[in-house]
């Protein structure tokens, strides 16, 4: 039997007529119905194609997806649409009609067969409307199946169907085009039909001017027939719209609309502590210190809040909350109690129960449990204090320092009418007078939470600035010799303007001579020093022979020595020649206590600036407490 539905035009008459009928026929049939046992759980088999003469001129048909079929047809099209059917039962066909034309336009060559082919005769659209029916084949058996056939026949305009996820706060209003979302951050993706195959769609303000940033990662999917999007909230107390434009050749511009609801609660979180707050709620992480955080909303209606702990999803026991009007008082108590941070959700709603249907707004924040961490740098450690230079400081980064609040202290308990020190940003910063006394001075820093529980002291050691009278140098191998009037002391003489130079004449110069790394220096300091930066300068005077790398060892009875090290000073000439008089500071892994140092000259640069002997100069080498 073929059922030939249309929309708004059963009366309630007929539809009481074929209850009672079927409710008569289902008494009678009761004696002979087949037992559970008899029947065949397995699910019928059913597959279609359909195909016709419409085909690239008056239409298109194509795979609909899950076995369906969906068919475009132009008004002037009148003829037959083929459909091969592969079914293991009898099959009956059902026809619906969506639009309200008067004349049933879809014959049917049967209305019930076991056989492989049906034939759809298709009368023309003679009045150019828009219609829309659905042609479902379905099985007879035990377990039926069935594949709907979409047919649509057209030339007005292209259409598309939006189709959001049953139970998502998103809906489609074909009649006023626009696609509707909830006022919350969301993801979209939105499966959409459409009665052509080529075309753009694109979202666009519908004033100009307009903001449409409210809409981010708008792509569609013409494979998968996928809208994807995200929206941020709306507390802007009133509809956000844009406008998403279909784009077809041969067509004009279809426009549909792409609306956001608004919240009752408007721009809802409006200050902390007085201080504006313009992000979309997101989280504030606190201190462990004991505070109170005066919440303020902006709402049309009164409002409710509840404060929660996250992760148990109960109302926190280390919070209270107090509300006057739309500004609530949240009290955090100070969490020293061990380490565990506090997870806090504040949701906020509408005070009216009528109102229910606005879900909870939520803000969570965190509150840290009590720590202080601090750390030194390992290149300023020694003899468990920190060191510094004589040269006094302004603001130098003396290390940092983690804790679970704001107001950590620092405290100078000695030493504290030469230095001071700052914390800011988790930094701690020096300020030190210079210093040219013949023995070390010290003070001792002390660092702590506001309470006192956590605290940490360092003793700080201030030398002087290092005097280089007493320093001698030598060749460290056969390999190092010099000039007459560019010796080997003119490396420690404190004057950045003289250097060493190789003894390039050797052997009469020979080019084959060259180069002759490594060369290698050895620096007698007279007594232990103790430093943590090795300094070099290039020469200043020569256009060629700059070292590119180097390398640092250190000794104290110049027999066993430990490795620093290699080191980059130039990659080129004009590298050398750009950095200028600046030095060549290098700050080593740890702070040394040595008398000598070897200084090792391991190559030189190599490129269109150097002679064809492929000289070698060294300017000046200092140590330093950084």
């Known amino acids: 039997m073929i059922h030939k539905n249309r929309n708004n035009r059963v009366s309630p008459l007929k539809i009481g007529r074929k209850v009672l009928m079927l409710l008569a026929a289902s008494i009678c049939c009761l004696p002979a119905c087949n037992t559970e046992d008899d029947l065949n759980w397995t699910p019928d088999s059913l597959a279609i194609s359909v195909s016709g003469t419409f085909e690239n001129e008056n239409g298109k048909a194509f795979e609909a997806g899950d076995g369906n079929w969906g068919v475009n047809i132009k008004p002037e099209f009148g003829g037959d649409l083929q459909v091969e059917i592969q079914a293991d ?173 608004a919240s009752l609660y408007k721009n809802l979180l409006v200050s902390i502590d007085g201080q504006p707050y313009t992000s979309e709620l997101e989280g504030i992480t606190y201190g462990m210190k004991e505070r109170t955080v005066s919440i303020v909303f902006d709402s049309d209606v009164e409002l409710s809040a509840q404060l929660l702990d996250r992760t148990t999803s109960a109302e926190a026991s280390w919070g209270s909350l107090e509300a006057s009007g739309n500004t609530f008082t949240l009290t955090l108590r100070a969490n020293i109690e061990g380490e565990t941070r506090h997870e806090g959700l504040l949701q906020v709603k509408a005070a009216d129960a009528s109102l229910s249907d606005q879900p909870a707004v939520e803000w969570s924040f965190t509150q840290l449990y009590e720590m202080l961490t601090i750390d030194w740098p390992e290149s300023s450690l020694y003899e468990n204090g920190l060191i510094i230079g ?111 130079q190789w003894q390039w004449n050797v052997n009469g110069g020979a080019s084959s001579d060259f180069p002759n790394t490594p060369y290698e220096f050895i620096i007698d300091f007279g007594k232990e020093e103790v430093f943590n930066t090795i300094s070099l300068w290039q020469t200043q005077t020569a256009d ?78 200092s140590i330093s407490i950084d």
Request: a negative charge.
């Open 390 to 500: 004589g040269i006094g400081y302004t603001d130098k980064s003396l290390g940092s320092y983690t804790s679970a609040d704001e107001d950590v202290t620092a405290e100078i308990t000695s030493g504290d009418t030469w230095l001071s020190v700052q914390l800011a940003d988790g930094v701690i910063r020096l300020n030190a007078e210079s210093y040219t006394g013949s023995s070390p001075r010290t003070a001792t820093l002390k660092i702590a939470n506001p309470n006192g529980r956590l605290s940490e002291e360092i003793t700080l050691t201030q030398y002087a600035a290092i005097d280089k009278s007493a320093w001698s140098i030598e060749a460290g191998n056969d390999k190092t010799g010099s000039t007459s009037n560019e010796p080997i002391s003119n490396i420690i003489d404190g004057d950045i303007n003289t250097h060493w």
């Open 89 to 261: 039962k009898s099959w009956g066909v059902n026809i619906e009609y969506f639009t309200l034309e008067d004349d049933e336009w879809i014959t049917p060559s049967t209305v019930e067969s076991t056989g492989a082919n049906l034939t759809l005769s298709i009368a023309a659209n003679k009045s150019v409307l828009y219609r829309k029916a659905a042609v479902t084949i379905r099985t007879q058996g035990d377990v039926p199946v069935e594949k709907k056939i979409t047919i649509i026949q057209t030339d007005s305009e292209p259409i598309i169907e939006f189709m959001p996820q049953e139970g998502d706060d998103s809906s489609f209003d074909s009649d006023t085009k626009t696609l509707t979302v909830g006022y919350k951050a969301s993801e979209q993706i939105i499966d959409f039909w459409s009665n052509i195959e080529d075309y753009t769609l694109q979202v666009r303000p519908e004033n100009e001017g307009e903001d449409i940033s409210w809409i981010q990662g708008f792509r569609v999917s013409e494979e998968e027939r996928t809208l994807t999007f995200s929206t941020t909230h709306n507390f802007t107390g009133a509809p956000r719209r844009a406008m998403i434009t279909l784009e077809a050749d041969g067509f004009e511009t279809t426009t549909y609309y792409l609306e956001q609801k």
């Open 544 to 621: 060629n022979g700059y070292v590119r790398d180097v390398q640092f060892k250190v000794s104290n009875d110049k027999a066993s020595w430990t490795d620093l090290g290699v080191y980059r000073m130039s990659n080129s000439s004009d590298d050398a020649i750009a950095h200028g008089s600046d030095p060549y500071s290098y700050l080593l892994p740890a702070v040394q206590k040595a008398r000598y140092v070897r200084l090792m000259i391991l190559s030189n640069v190599d490129d269109s600036k150097i002679n064809n002997r492929k000289n070698s100069y060294m300017g000046e080498f």
